[in-house]
T-cell receptor, first 114, second 119 residues
């Protein structure tokens, strides 16, 4: 699977939007971009994923550039509970006979400050 | 989202004993589950892929005789750490795969993790 590059840490003011970047310049056409986050001492939490179109759900928005070489996760109104390590992962599409592994990098530690 | 549970959440054992950790998908069936290990201040490291009804596939460097994985049903996978030693102390996390449902690909959901301390 393609590797990703994320900044090691970021700060964000409470109530403001948090924009977390991710570079995946070697992504293949059949690879999806997944975002997870891990709050201290808990299992990772699924946030969102996408292929090439922008995606939005109740947690966040995912903006993928047209060339698919980078993406941005947006938390529209960050709260203190959003403080966590955020992982951007690319992997091949999964199906009944091909479930791609998630290979975690170091992620971005987001600190939301009051 | 789908719910995955793990039991126990914490376990302390003596060196040389074996410890079993359970991973359950509560509201869906999971043909495939994964086991990860995480040391302090490090990222998750994939240990093995667990497929229902077949042998697990281990990542390079993971001892299959030490970390026994059984996936006997579509909702349960177990990881047994045999003859545990202090260096096996870690945070063990499982994930279960929800089949193709969202946006053309499957999604992994994670359990809350099990903290193993070997004395």
């Amino acid at each position: 699977d393609a590797k990703t590059t994320q900044p090691p840490s970021m700060d964000c003011a409470e109530g403001r939007a948090a924009n977390l970047p991710c570079n995946h310049s070697t992504i293949s056409g059949n690879e999806y971009v997944y975002w997870y986050r891990q709050i201290h001492s808990q299992g990772p939490q699924y946030i969102i994923h996408g292929l090439k179109n922008n995606e939005t759900n109740e947690m966040a928005s995912l903006i993928i550039t047209e060339d698919r070489k980078s993406s941005t996760l947006i938390l529209p109104h960050a709260t203190l509970r959003d403080t966590a390590v955020y992982y951007c992962i690319v992997r091949v599409a999964g199906g009944s006979s091909n479930t791609g592994k998630l290979i975690f990098g170091q992620g971005t530690t987001l600190q939301v400050k009051p | 989202g789908a719910v995955v549970s793990q039991h126990p959440s914490r376990v302390i054992c003596k060196s040389g004993t074996s410890v079993k950790i359970e991973c359950r998908s509560l509201d869906f069936q999971a043909t495939t589950m994964f086991w990860y290990r995480q040391f302090p201040k490090q990222s998750l490291m994939l240990m093995a892929t667990s497929n229902e009804g077949s042998k697990a596939t281990y990542e390079q460097g993971v001892e299959k005789d030490k970390f026994l994985i059984n996936h006997a049903s579509l909702t349960l996978s177990t990881l047994t750490v045999t003859s545990a030693h202090p260096e096996d102390s870690s945070f063990y996390i499982c994930s279960a795969v929800v089949g193709v449902r969202l946006g053309g690909t499957d999604t992994q959901y994670f359990g809350p993790g099990t903290r193993l301390t070997v004395l």
